[in-house]
């Protein structure tokens, strides 16, 4: 009963806070657009810490109506492909990556984090993160939307430097920031002369071990 009750009083303070927002794209792009950014802020903040970062301006993306063939040409469709979601119009609001962290991290993605929201009621979706298998859906469940998430159940951002210190603690190499292409190069030519080496070391035991077997077995011939 008593959760009933909880679920009751969460859908009403849910719609309470955000009957204000209906009809979001009839309003004038500039209220708009910090209402979003407003709505995609608090739920980075509420899923992580250090994710808003200063200095990083959001980019607002104008998605439209989600469909099967919409989706079908969307690298980042996960958490959008849900049959509750097609015929909705959508918005995301994300935060770039820099140089230093798309090199470091090897990511295919422009964005550190991005916020999917509905247009209908302005309510945040889906949180994804540079990684592609780093994500919060169904946020707009009336669960979800009343949950308080503790400290050490959020998503923390560790920034390259911090990766970089935790690296050289174990001993491993360091970082210095984007090559050059004479440098990558190098480095691929000093792989490539590795996995030659292993190669070449991995053939010699392999031939060795079947030599030692065929004189074991003539030598246990009677």
Not at 92 to 111: G, R
Not at 112 to 139: H, M, Q, T
Request: net charge positive; aromatic share 10%.
């Amino acid at each position: 009963m008593k959760r009933i009750l909880f679920i009751i009083l969460g859908i009403i303070l849910c719609h309470a806070a955000q009957a204000q927002y209906k009809d979001i794209q009839k309003l004038p792009q500039p209220l708009r657009d910090s209402i979003l950014i407003d709505v995609a802020n608090k739920a980075i903040d509420k899923y992580s810490i250090g994710y808003l970062q200063p200095g990083r301006e959001p980019i607002i993306e104008d998605i439209g109506v989600v469909s099967k063939d919409m989706l079908a040409n969307r690298k980042d469709r996960r958490g959008l492909d849900w049959p509750q979601y097609y015929g909705v119009y959508f918005y995301a609001v994300y935060y770039k990556t820099t140089e230093e962290e798309k090199f470091y991290y090897s990511s295919p993605k422009d964005y550190l984090v991005k916020v999917f929201i509905r247009a209908d009621n302005c309510r945040p979706v889906n949180i994804r993160y540079w990684d592609e298998n780093s994500s919060r859906s169904g946020l707009d469940e009336v669960e979800e939307m009343s949950r308080i998430v503790p400290e050490n159940k959020k998503r923390r951002y560790t920034s390259v430097a911090e990766k970089e210190e935790k690296r050289a603690n174990l001993g491993k190499t360091i970082y210095h920031g984007p090559r050059t292409p004479e440098e990558i190069r190098e480095a691929n030519r000093q792989d490539s002369l590795k996995r030659d080496v292993f190669r070449r070391e991995h053939l010699r035991r392999y031939w060795e071990k079947r030599r030692a077997d065929s004189l074991r077995m003539l030598n246990a011939q009677p």
